[in-house]
């Protein structure tokens, strides 16, 4: 808007100055003519022709008339000038629509690159709760997703935490706090894939908290654990005896040395009180 002004602003000026130009031109003619006009008027008027005389010597040339000379080169400095002040306010006008494009070029950039960390972030928190709202995965397929002592884990949990930090609510301007936030979303869902195989590796082969190998009496108390578990989630079980086979399962768990982080347990618990409160209303 502000350039649109500036441009109908020298329109105006330019048009002016153009539409002087005749008047001054029509000034220069009149000027001119009556200098004609005057030298014609003053000449004596016509006599006999003497006999012809030897030539007198010539006199010194008329002066030159500045008065024209200074009005034609007025009017061809000011077109000049008007053509120089027109080239530079066009170039002005044009790079300043370049760098808007360029500005509205780089913004569409930062806008295209947080939603590619938003939806890798949202990616791995649905991942993440997923997991956490499992008894399956939290206990038994991959128990040591939820354990920060193990390596993988705690890699995890470190590039997440740091993902979220830099995750705002608007979209930064700074293109290095878009970029950081975009590598640092696509850091914790690489992560958090590495730490999940990792779980469920472990796993399948036994090994427990602090690369512990589970024995098999360990493992039989371990799937003992998860049949106690499954009827505990079954809402045909009353209440009272669900919250009695959580705990028979936990504590073989621990006997097992299972370790599983007390906010895990207590989503567990919680998930068993809602399965039942809806059967006893359904």
Do not use: C
Request: hydrophobic share 45%.
């Amino acid at each position: 808007m502000r350039e649109l002004r500036s441009l109908i602003t020298f329109g105006i000026g330019l048009l002016a100055v153009i539409s002087l130009l005749p008047v001054l031109l029509k000034s220069g003619a009149s000027v001119i003519e009556g200098i004609d006009s005057q030298d014609h008027s003053s000449s004596p008027a016509p006599v006999a022709t003497p006999p012809a005389a030897p030539p007198a010597p010539t006199g010194p040339a008329e002066p030159t008339d500045w008065t024209i000379v200074g009005l034609v080169a007025t009017i061809a400095i000011t077109v000049l000038v008007m053509a120089v002040l027109a080239w530079f306010a066009w170039r002005h006008l044009t790079k300043r629509g370049v760098d808007k494009r360029e500005r509205q070029a780089r913004r569409d950039a930062q806008i295209a690159l947080w939603a590619q960390g938003l939806k890798a972030l949202d990616e791995t928190s649905e991942a993440l709760m997923e997991f956490e709202t499992d008894p399956e995965s939290v206990y038994f397929t991959r128990p040591l997703l939820g354990d920060v002592s193990e390596p993988a884990t705690a890699a995890f949990y470190t590039a997440y935490g740091t993902a979220r930090n830099l995750r705002t609510e608007t979209i930064p301007t700074e293109s290095s706090m878009v970029i950081a936030f975009a590598e640092a979303a696509e850091n914790a869902r690489r992560a958090f894939g590495v730490a999940d195989q990792n779980a469920r590796s472990k796993a399948r082969r036994g090994i427990s908290h602090n690369g512990h190998k589970l024995s098999p009496e360990e493992r039989r108390k371990i799937d003992q654990a998860q049949k106690l578990m499954r009827q505990a989630h079954d809402p045909a079980l009353t209440e009272a005896h669900a919250h009695n086979a959580l705990t028979k399962a936990l504590e073989l768990l621990d006997d097992a040395g299972v370790i599983i982080p007390e906010r895990l347990t207590t989503n567990i618990a919680k998930s068993i009180d809602t399965i039942h409160r809806k059967a006893l209303t359904s």
